[in-house]
Every structure is written in structure tokens, then in C-alpha cells.
């Protein structure tokens, strides 16, 4: 027991104080146990500073060879005590640090507060007006401090229990350091106000809050052994020893060459929540204005949600070893969502709330370094682990070619496509470039459904007689970035299903120009015929070169929304017109040809309007498209076929 001096001075908090002060008491919070990550936060800050005053003033007198942080508990008076040996406070800090609040008007802060309760975190407005020392009061009737500045020879003892008032006294024997004893209101599991006298609560907070505070955080705890006795019976021996609660293995801060295989793993799987192996490690610190380091991690398999809602993404957010938040979207843009790992900032407010963090530059900065790092690993990866890395997250990494322009050359330059150069192995756009034809300035693409229905579609049929190489894209992604990415090294992207293709050289265009000219004069009518007879469904008829085998396959013009991202957008919710697209017809096939010279003997043939419903369902079914009336076409094929028995 400490002797209490009789000089004790009661004083008013400072207005804003008080109403701040009620404002914590009073609201609503999800997550109490928030209190006990401050107040082990202010103890480490106080050991911090006392290291560094030791440096700076060679006369102090200050033993700085055992420096931690003790959580002591009396369960019978349910008082929880944090207490350090740190550097410590005058009685004019105590009234001005805990006195007084010097930050953000209370009417600002009642808004805030009164905003948080309803939302799904409020607990991050704690230390967000520089207030984390009241947080205390959301578990205590009472709060007591006890400290002594390192080189004074006396100290002070500050009381309240949160009301208008506090007493402050000089305290003669008080330690160095400081000791906050929080007086616990009741236990209420219905208003998550736990025991927090209950060894099993304090070392789950410590582990999930302050597990890498560079102090040890120690604590008395109960041991039980089983021994025998002198009379050879087996009993209970209890004992108490002090114990260290927090690892203190920040490994972001320690050298790669210095932390095992082993430990890397073990902490991947710590902060995924995972069980697989990472596939890359990836250590980064800065240093200058903006001092950070951080510790990601590629995992090598994808987890089983990570195209669901509910997925959660970005990495944690420490500042100065203390943890902040999980899932830090800011720090990690959505196409990384399953980068895992930490982030501990020197220079960030201690807490802040995501709204704060989606308007801090710093934030901003940190991002877009940790991106370029990450994308730089994925570029250098070896081959075998490459394959795989594409195979789990290849179609998350694509999204970022949408949104993320700074990064797109980059994220181009490691993405991998299938295409018709092999039937097994992807390939990246440098081997597409690689092995384009002389005079070729184009990539060609073709989306859809499955590589089976691509390698089949009509409009592969002129790229396969010419040997000419297409990529071909069934992820849902690639009906969006490709509208977006114009070109890869000069050469730009053309979808095989839009627009007019030219394939022919310059000799062989002269070469056919007068067949070309006959087919147009010979077709005319018939094209003329079909545009009116299917004008519900398409905008134009024209012949094509495209084609070499198929009768007919329908294309949609250079900017048209092609069929399956319209599919998609319907099936999001969202309403969707049905283009017309055009219909392009095969002038040598015989069906086609057939069709025109019905078509000049008879234009009232009733079978002509048949056969052109029949022309367009066939087409678009080669393409993978959907009828409008499949029973309608179902009734037209079975009655032709009828007809020819």
C-alpha cells in the first residue's frame, strides 16, 4: 500500500471533457475488450520514450534493463491494474494529458459517436478525438492513476469515476511509470461487458491486440500439476508464476535472413487463417518521410470464397507493433483480395476509423508501393509456380485491368490466356506477340462459355484456315476487361466476333476484288430479303470472307455489348435490351446459294421465310447464343424434316 498524501485537490474536467466523458459512458460499444489494447498501448509508448530519454540524457538515472508492462488482477476487489516502468508523467502532464481535451469540438465528436452506434464498428472512434485513456471507462466505475516521471522524486495520483470531477493528489512513494487501476462494473454478457478479471479473456485480448508489442506483457497466472504426496497419494500442487503473454516476434521487423521457413509459415497461418503453404514470402520496408514495413504473403491455394460477397480482403493494419484492424481494405485494391499479411505503420494515428483511412495520402502511397511489389513478385516467379499461382487467382488478378489504369501494362505482362497455339499450356501476350504473322498488327480474341465452344464457333473458321492464332477467354472477367484495354505493345485487341474482319493480303484483295464484285451484284436481292424478313432480330445482311465452312454466323458491330456480357448483366438484375446484331452469309456454301436461287425463281415460295428463321437459329446456336422461342425453331426443324422423308 502506497502512503496517500492529504493534499489531495479536486478539480472539474475541462467542459468538453465531461461531456466526452458521458458520451463514453453512455454509448453503446460492440467491442469493450478495445480498452485494455489502449492502455497497454499508452504503457508501451511510456517505454518507449524512457529508452529514448536514457539515450539522449546521459545523467538520468533510470534502470532500463528490465522494461515491460504488468496486467495485475484482484478478483475479490474486481480491479484490474496496467501497470509499466516507463517514463512516467508530471502532475502538470496528468492535467493536462487526462485533464483536458485539446483535439475536435465535442459537438463533432457526439455526431461521430452518435453515427458509430449504428454502424458495424464503432469501437474505431476510440483514439480517433485522442481519447483512448477514457476508453477505460466503458468497463470502470472508477479509474485510478498512479505515476512518476523517470529523475523526479515524487508522484501523483489522479482519480475519478468519470463524472464532472477529479481528484489529484502528490503521491511521495510512487513508482517510476505509470498504473492505471480500473475498478470493473459488473460482469453483463448481454451488453458484452465480460470478466475481465478471468485470466482465459485477458490473454485472448493480449494475443489479438498487442501479440507483437515489442515489451513483454507479463501476468501472474494459476498453475496446477498433479504430484504425490508424502503419503503416495496424488494431489493438486497450485502455484503462481509470472508469465509473458505476448510473443513480441513482430517478424516484419526482423531480417529475412534471420526468421526460419518454419516461422514465416506458421505466421501465414496466423494472420489467413489458412492452412496451406505460402506460395511467396514477400518482406517490405520504407523509410523516409513515411516510415512503414510490411509482410505479404501469396498463398498457394485459393480459398473456397474468394468470388463470394462475404469475402473479406486487405491485409492487417498495425501501428507501431500495435494491432489496428483486420482486413484493412484501403491497403489492398479488390483484384489482391487474397494477398494476405500486415502492415505496420510508424507515422499513422494509433486509431483511426475507415473513414479516416479512405481519405489518408499516406494510405493512398502505401497501397500503391505494395502493389507494385506484389506485382513484381507474381512477374518474377519461376515457372512451375507461376502455372499454379495463374490457376488459383488468375481470374481475380484479370479484374484489375478494369479498374487499376496506373497498373494495367504491368498486370497485362503477367497475365497468362489460353488460346489456339496449344491445347494444354496458357500463354502470355509477349509469346502471342512473339508469334504473330509478318504485317499482323492485331490480337485476336473471341469470348465465351468453354474453349469447346470457341474452338467450334464459326467465326474461328477463316483464323484456322490462315493459321492465324486466337486467345481465347471463358472467364466471366474477360467480357469486361477487354472492352476496357485497347492494346498490348502497340498492338491492339480485336474480338473475332465484331466487326468486319479483313484477313487478306493486298494481292489477295486485288486478286478477288471482281469475284467479290460479281458476289455483290448476285446476292443483292437476297441480302435485301433477309434484312426485311428478320428485321426483329437483326440490323443488317452482308456477305463475309470469314467464313469457310458454316453457312452463316451473326457478329456484332466494333462497339456493340457482346451477347454473353449482356447475359450477365441480366442475370445481375439489371435490365437489358435485346441488340440486333448482324448476320453475315457464306457465299460459297451451298445452302446460301441455294437460298439465292430459291429465292430468284420464286419470291413467294411460302418455305423462304422458313428457311431464313432456320439460317439465323442455326447461327446463333453455332456461337453459343440463346433463341428467343425454342419451341418455335424446335417446330420449324421438325417439320422441314418431315418434309424430306
Not at 413 to 425: G, I, K, L
Request: proline share 3%.
Amino acid at each position: 500500500m502506497f502512503e496517500v498524501s492529504s493534499q489531495a485537490e479536486q478539480l472539474e474536467f475541462q467542459a468538453e471533457t465531461r461531456q466526452l466523458l458521458d458520451l463514453m459512458i453512455h454509448s453503446v460499444y460492440s467491442e469493450k475488450d478495445i480498452f485494455l489494447r489502449e492502455l497497454i498501448s499508452n504503457a508501451s509508448d511510456a517505454l518507449d520514450k524512457l529508452r529514448l530519454a536514457s539515450f539522449q540524457d546521459k545523467d538520468l538515472a533510470v534502470d532500463t534493463s528490465d522494461l515491460h508492462i504488468d496486467i495485475e488482477v484482484d478478483k475479490t476487489a474486481r480491479t484490474l491494474s496496467v501497470r509499466d516502468n516507463g517514463i512516467g508523467m508530471t502532475r502538470d502532464e496528468v492535467v493536462t494529458l487526462i485533464g483536458t481535451i485539446a483535439k475536435s469540438g465535442t459537438a463533432e465528436l457526439r455526431r461521430a459517436l452518435a453515427e458509430a452506434k449504428d454502424s458495424a464498428a464503432p469501437e474505431e472512434l476510440i483514439g480517433q478525438f485522442g481519447i483512448g485513456f477514457y476508453s477505460s471507462f466503458i468497463v470502470a466505475d472508477k479509474v485510478t492513476l498512479l505515476t512518476r516521471k523517470a529523475g523526479e522524486t515524487v508522484g501523483t495520483r489522479w482519480e475519478s469515476a468519470g463524472e464532472a470531477t477529479y481528484t489529484i493528489e502528490e503521491q511521495p512513494d510512487a513508482p517510476q511509470g505509470t498504473t492505471v487501476t480500473l475498478h470493473l462494473k459488473p460482469e453483463d454478457a448481454e451488453d458484452h461487458l465480460y470478466d475481465y478479471t478471468a485470466e482465459w479473456k485477458l490473454r485472448d485480448i493480449v494475443k489479438k491486440y498487442s501479440d507483437f508489442i515489442a515489451w513483454p506483457v507479463r501476468m501472474e497466472v494459476t498453475k496446477s500439476a498433479k504430484v504425490t504426496n508424502d503419503e503416495g497419494e496424488e494431489v493438486d500442487e497450485i502455484t503462481v508464476e509470472t508469465e509473458t503473454l505476448n510473443s513480441q516476434k513482430a517478424l516484419w521487423t526482423r531480417p529475412r535472413s534471420e526468421v526460419t521457413d518454419e516461422e514465416y509459415q506458421d505466421f501465414y497461418r496466423h494472420v489467413s487463417h489458412a492452412w496451406d503453404e505460402p506460395a511467396e514470402i514477400i518482406p517490405f520496408k520504407a523509410e523516409g518521410t513515411f516510415e512503414y514495413q510490411a509482410l505479404l504473403f501469396i498463398p498457394s491455394h485459393a480459398p473456397f470464397d474468394l468470388f463470394t460477397r462475404d469475402h473479406k480482403r486487405g491485409v492487417q493494419l498495425y501501428v507501431k507493433r500495435v494491432f489496428i484492424m483486420d482486413n484493412c481494405e484501403e491497403l489492398m485494391p479488390e483484384y489482391l483480395r487474397f494477398v494476405k499479411g500486415v502492415v505496420d505503420a510508424q507515422d499513422l494515428s494509433l486509431n483511426v476509423s475507415r473513414e479516416i483511412l479512405q481519405q489518408d495520402r499516406h494510405l493512398r502511397m502505401i497501397q500503391k508501393r505494395l502493389v507494385r511489389k506484389v506485382l513484381s513478385v507474381i512477374k518474377d516467379m519461376d515457372a512451375e509456380k507461376y502455372v499454379n499461382f495463374w490457376k488459383e487467382f488468375g481470374a481475380v488478378l484479370k479484374e484489375g485491368l478494369i479498374g487499376d489504369t496506373e497498373n494495367q501494362a504491368t498486370l497485362l505482362e503477367v497475365s497468362s490466356f489460353a488460346s489456339t497455339a496449344s491445347d494444354q499450356e496458357l500463354t502470355r501476350l509477349s509469346g502471342y506477340v512473339e508469334r504473330m504473322k509478318d504485317g499482323q498488327d492485331t490480337i485476336y480474341y473471341l469470348t465465351g462459355e468453354s474453349r469447346q465452344q470457341l474452338e467450334n464457333s464459326p467465326h474461328m473458321e477463316a483464323f484456322k484456315a490462315k493459321g492465324l492464332e486466337v486467345l481465347l477467354l471463358t472467364d466471366p472477367v474477360d467480357e469486361m476487361w477487354t472492352g476496357s484495354v485497347p492494346e498490348f505493345e502497340g498492338k491492339r485487341f480485336q474480338s473475332i466476333a465484331k466487326g468486319e474482319v479483313d484477313l487478306e493480303t493486298e494481292d489477295e484483295k486485288k486478286a478477288t476484288e471482281s469475284l467479290r464484285e460479281e458476289q455483290d451484284k448476285e446476292f443483292g436481292d437476297l441480302l435485301g430479303w433477309l434484312k426485311t424478313t428478320l428485321e426483329s432480330d437483326v440490323k443488317e445482311v452482308r456477305l463475309t470472307n470469314r467464313l469457310t465452312e458454316s453457312p452463316a454466323c451473326i457478329v456484332g458491330d466494333s462497339f456493340d455489348m457482346s451477347p454473353m456480357l449482356a447475359k450477365m448483366y441480366r442475370q445481375s438484375g439489371q435490365s437489358m435490351p435485346l441488340a440486333k446484331r448482324i448476320l453475315e452469309l457464306n457465299p460459297t456454301h451451298p445452302l446460301v446459294v441455294g437460298l439465292r436461287d430459291k429465292y430468284a425463281a420464286d419470291h413467294d415460295d411460302a418455305t423462304l421465310p422458313e428457311t431464313a428463321e432456320l439460317l439465323y437459329g442455326t447461327a446463333l446456336l453455332a456461337e453459343g447464343g440463346e433463341l428467343v422461342d425454342p419451341a418455335k425453331f424446335a417446330k420449324l426443324v421438325a417439320d422441314r424434316l418431315t418434309r424430306t422423308l
